[in-house]
């Protein structure tokens, strides 16, 4: 008895001494006051933060805040617009011959042999405190010749008694592109930048050749299409035209390393304390990763050394009223610090974000009607219950599409003959993809017309952006076309309700499923469904993700889904995944479905040389007709990020192609203060009522234990 | 002892490479080498070069267990089961195929894995003893009754209702806690009272029957009924002779247990967001990431081997007529 109770009184105490009149802080007495800390989640550790290997948004949380590659995107124009980060202006673009004279801007691309990226940066941009630029007296490297010895005591970077910074160079983002190419960086993009920078297979196949021999140190090799210029300046040469390349320097790859920073981390007895550039990034960037423990949290912390950007004076219309702008002209950033801890569980998360603990959160499905509600008007909104704790609903639709394929070169579904064409077209009507997202995303999501998403150029709003195929436009709305014209359509392709005309057996299709468990299994009897709507029989072979792949790249799939995020802006970033020479059985390509047109192919390749403008907005149109015509994809959805915010998140327009925006929140740290405690007094009650229970329980078997003895003594 | 306990060691060698190719084939017939690299490298334009040169820096080139291109002993020995399994017996864990160090992973991993064990496993023992003895003494009234019909319904319960369940009324509706997550030091407590309470109460039900079992079993002995005849107290006897006597099932079913506090709790570590060897388990599964999963299989086996030679060794302890030989 006695030590149940002390247990409990302890545990009461130890709460009651530790949390200041909340229990149930999980950020406790290491929280300072004074701060402006953002609180957030990640519920993947990322892999990788060196940015020549990282590509996933998992990683780009962190590292965009980190690393600043020389282009960024503005905050808060849409269309998403580019603009210089620590480059000094937009890169000078200049068309050259094969002799490398200059030629004139409207050249035709067929006649330009290189393109020349110049790229200036800006002065007097320092790198953040880092041990790896630690100089001694003497000017020499501090840490750059470690013994064993030296390291015995060394568990984590902040191990190291100094750190020391430098200027940004323009040899750091030429470091980058080099460590790009190095094969033993692992980095995922060198196929397409080999296909386009100038020296830079012959560069990787040099290293490949010699990969014992070379040093982690890159300074003496070169690029021959990659040339430092002087101290801000240096030139990427590329073959032909490559417009969208400009997109590429907004992203991580492309951001500066230090080459100090590869020659410290290459050290003996480095990689056994995991202190690499994976886990260690060194940047120039608004924040520096300062707990790097992937298995509880990750921490951001201003970088003491960073170069004062300030906050845009001007944005889209609107911004001004929804308050984006009353922060235009100061400093960044606003945040001293930004703590990302490891949430797996989609209720821990939800719970916290409620309680205040985190100041951002998505919507689970479990807790998607306890949050959002929808007007008459389809429109979505916060809850009654989300307004009264003043919780702000933003919503964006995402660069992505989710998308049902056909495998063309299945000798059923793929192919360009009318038979499979008009099947395709058939299941692309039956296949209710409204319905869908109604359902498995809870509206979070707009049909496709086609592979392109609303926001990016080559889109056309309302009508004009009809698939006539598939929707007719009635009272002002896309309207899905009924299941009798996909009827007639099997009919017309030879399938009279299901039945193969030449061979008279019913038609069976094949759908490769990623899983089969309980969650998928809702969605797959829902595909059966609509498939049966046409007398189809729909099979489903599930598989695991690996195998689907290798079914993908064997073209061994019939029907399948899959997805495409876009890397950047730009209809290029979607039409090229139905680009023949991109099929993926030929070329291990994006273009899953395997879908060749010459026609389509031809046009893909004028369009992707010329910026936008009508002449390219017609001939995206073309294309457009002809992929709605041959329907190599049942065109799926467009999903919409929701995101909610506590009302004390400042500056939190939601960006989906950009993730270095944690420099433009701010946060009103007392009014959070002030909700934190309101919402969270315990209720102690129960506590009191257990103990008493416990102290009847235990009264009462000791009165039983009592009259027994004395029953016995008797 | 000393023979059996090096005899016992011996017979570790086969079951932990008979454990090592299981884990191995299991793995690999389900992932191949290239599968897995795909995986590593991510989604969008991953080149074959690109995978092979992954493969080839992990060891992942070589054949799965024969080498017909190598001659002699290397057609084993340069095999990726050979080289990735040699070197586990110096427990030398390499590197994850994400590049990480196991080894450093799991020195720092263990302490919340026993952070949250120990104290579950004590403060189990005491109230499931104590329980049982309660159970024992009023055997065959209503409170044994209703205190079995209460330990099986707590038994039929799934763990994962009480994890959610306690994080509900616990963390949510009470507020007494952090719903999840963790801490380092003394900032740890709060994050662990909510775990350690709900794997207390989720053993009650199972443990208190067993204890309950053994504690009776030892009260219908003759030597209880000569401790009675002698008229000696009930609470004397219970405590003084059965506690004793049954103890000793128990705290050999616990040794066999204690090794394997170092492994985690796979379900609560990852439902409290506690850095532990489950979570890191569970983790390495969903990532495909061989290197880990067998390292700790390995390192699971022989922890588990461990437990059954201690068990062996606190018989000795406990019951003085038991030999090892």
Request: with cysteine; hydrophobic share 40%; aromatic share 12%.
């Amino acid at each position: 008895m006695s030590f149940n109770l002390r247990l409990c009184m302890l545990t009461a105490v130890i709460f009651i001494a530790g949390c200041d009149g909340v229990w149930n802080n999980p950020y406790g007495l290491s929280e300072g006051s004074e701060d402006m800390v953002y609180y957030s989640t990640f519920s993947e550790r990322p892999q990788f933060l060196d940015p020549a290997r990282s590509y996933s948004t998992t990683a780009y949380q962190f590292i965009q805040q980190i690393y600043e590659p020389p282009l960024g995107y503005h905050y808060l124009k849409r269309p998403f617009a580019l603009r210089s980060l620590s480059a000094e202006r937009m890169p000078t673009v200049r068309l050259l011959d094969a002799q490398g004279r200059e030629l004139p801007p409207d050249t035709p691309p067929n006649q330009v042999r290189y393109s020349e990226y110049i790229i200036d940066i800006q002065p007097n941009i320092l790198y953040q405190p880092h041990p790896a630029l630690a100089r001694r007296e003497d000017g020499g490297l501090r840490y750059h010749n470690l013994t064993e010895a030296d390291l015995a005591a060394i568990n984590t970077l902040s191990d190291f008694e100094h750190t020391g910074t430098r200027e940004l160079i323009a040899e750091d983002f030429v470091n980058e592109i080099k460590r790009m190419a190095d094969p033993r960086r692992h980095c995922p993009v060198t196929g397409i930048l080999g296909e386009y920078i100038v020296g830079f297979t012959e560069f990787r196949e040099r290293i490949k050749a010699q990969q014992d021999e070379w040093s982690f140190d890159l300074r003496p090799y070169s690029i021959s299409g990659v040339q430092v210029e002087s101290r801000y300046r240096y030139r990427i040469r590329l073959h032909g035209v490559y417009p969208q390349f400009i997109f590429w320097l907004a992203m991580p790859f492309f951001a500066p390393v230090p080459w100090e920073a590869d020659v410290f981390y290459a050290q003996d007895g480095m990689s056994q304390r995991n202190l690499n550039l994976h886990w260690h990034p060194i940047g120039t960037g608004p924040y520096m990763l300062t707990e790097n423990n992937p298995n509880l949290r990750m921490v951001l912390e201003r970088n003491p050394n960073f170069r004062g950007e300030t906050y845009p004076s001007d944005g889209d219309p609107g911004d001004r009223e929804a308050g984006f702008l009353r922060d235009a002209g100061r400093t960044l950033p606003f945040l001293d610090r930004a703590i990302y801890s490891l949430e797996k569980e989609s209720i821990p998360r939800w719970t916290k974000f409620l309680q205040g603990y985190y100041d951002m959160s998505g919507i689970g499905s479990d807790s998607f009607d306890q949050a959002i509600q929808y007007s008459g008007t389809g429109e979505a909104g916060v809850t009654d219950e989300m307004r009264e704790r003043g919780i702000d609903l933003s919503t964006a639709i995402a660069l992505t599409v989710y998308y049902m394929g056909f495998n063309m070169i299945d000798p059923v579904v793929g192919g360009t003959s009318e038979r499979s064409r008009l099947l395709r077209q058939a299941i692309s009507i039956a296949v209710d993809y409204e319905e869908y997202i109604a359902i498995f995303n809870n509206g979070r999501g707009i049909p496709a017309q086609g592979p392109i998403p609303p926001q990016i150029f080559g889109a056309h709003l309302g009508e004009a952006n009809l698939n006539p195929h598939v929707y007719r436009w009635r009272e002002g709305r896309a309207e899905r076309r009924g299941i009798e014209e996909a009827r007639e359509l099997l009919r017309q392709a030879g399938y009279h309700k299901g039945i193969d005309q030449e061979t008279g057996k019913p038609l069976t299709l094949y759908y490769e499923a990623v899983g089969a468990g309980p969650d998928a299994k809702a969605s797959l009897n829902w595909l059966r469904k609509q498939f049966a709507k046409l007398d189809i029989q729909l099979v489903i072979r599930a598989t695991d993700y690996n195998r689907f792949r290798a079914k993908m790249r064997e073209g061994a799939g019939q029907i399948f889904q899959w997805g495409w995020h876009a890397d950047y802006p730009d209809p290029e970033n979607f039409l090229f995944l139905l680009y023949g020479p991109n099929a993926q059985v030929d070329n291990d390509g994006p273009n899953s479905t395997n879908y060749r047109n010459p026609e389509y192919d031809a046009l893909f390749s004028q369009m992707k040389n010329i910026p936008n403008g009508p002449k390219r907005q017609r001939i995206i149109d073309q294309m457009m007709e002809i992929l709605r015509h041959d329907a190599p994809w049942a065109w799926g959805y467009h999903p919409v990020d929701y995101v909610l915010s506590h009302d004390w998140m400042i500056n939190n327009k939601l960006s989906t192609i950009s993730y270095n925006t944690l420099k433009y929140h701010r946060i009103d740290v007392d009014r959070r203060a002030q909700k934190r405690a309101e919402w969270n007094a315990p209720v102690v009650w129960p506590l009191w009522l257990a103990l008493i229970v416990l102290i009847a329980l235990i009264a009462t078997a000791l009165i039983g234990f009592m009259r027994r003895e004395r029953e016995r003594a008797r | 002892m000393t023979a059996y306990i090096i005899r016992r060691a011996l017979y570790a060698i086969p079951i932990l490479i008979g454990v090592n190719l299981l884990t191995f084939a299991l793995f690999f017939v389900v992932n191949s080498p290239e599968e897995v690299a795909r995986l590593h490298l991510g989604d969008k334009q991953v080149t074959q070069e690109q995978v092979e040169a992954w493969k080839y820096e992990r060891g992942y080139h070589l054949p799965l267990m024969y080498n017909g291109e190598a001659e002699g002993a290397e057609q084993f020995t340069e095999t990726i089961f050979y080289t990735k399994s040699v070197r586990l017996f110096a427990f030398d864990f390499g590197n994850s195929d994400s590049g990480r160090n196991i080894g450093h992973d799991i020195r720092q991993r263990m302490w919340p894995s026993l952070a949250l064990a120990v104290p579950s496993l004590l403060l189990g023992l005491l109230l499931n003893t104590t329980l049982a003895l309660m159970l024992a003494f009023f055997r065959g009234s209503y409170l044994d009754v209703g205190g079995v019909v209460l330990c099986v319904a707590l038994m039929s319960v799934s763990a994962l209702f009480y994890i959610i369940g306690g994080q509900y009324l616990v963390g949510k509706l009470l507020q007494m806690v952090p719903i999840s997550g963790y801490d380092t030091g003394f900032e740890a407590l709060k994050f662990l009272v909510l775990p350690i309470l709900i794997s207390v109460v989720y053993g009650i039900g199972s443990g208190t029957r067993w204890y309950r079992t053994l504690f009776l079993e030892e009260i219908s002995k003759d030597y209880v009924r000569t401790a009675r005849a002698k008229g000696l107290s009930e609470q004397w006897v219970l405590f003084r002779h059965v506690l004793r006597n049954a103890l000793i099932p128990i705290l050999t079913g616990v040794v066999v247990l204690l090794p394997l506090l170092f492994m985690g709790s796979l379900i609560t570590e990852s439902f409290f967001a506690i850095p532990g060897l489950g979570s890191y388990t569970i983790d390495a599964i969903q990532r495909q990431d061989f290197s880990i999963v067998r390292a700790m299989v390995f390192l699971g086996t022989v922890l588990y081997i461990l437990g059954l030679l201690l068990t062996d060794i606190s018989y000795t302890l406990a019951d003085p007529r038991v030999r090892l030989n």
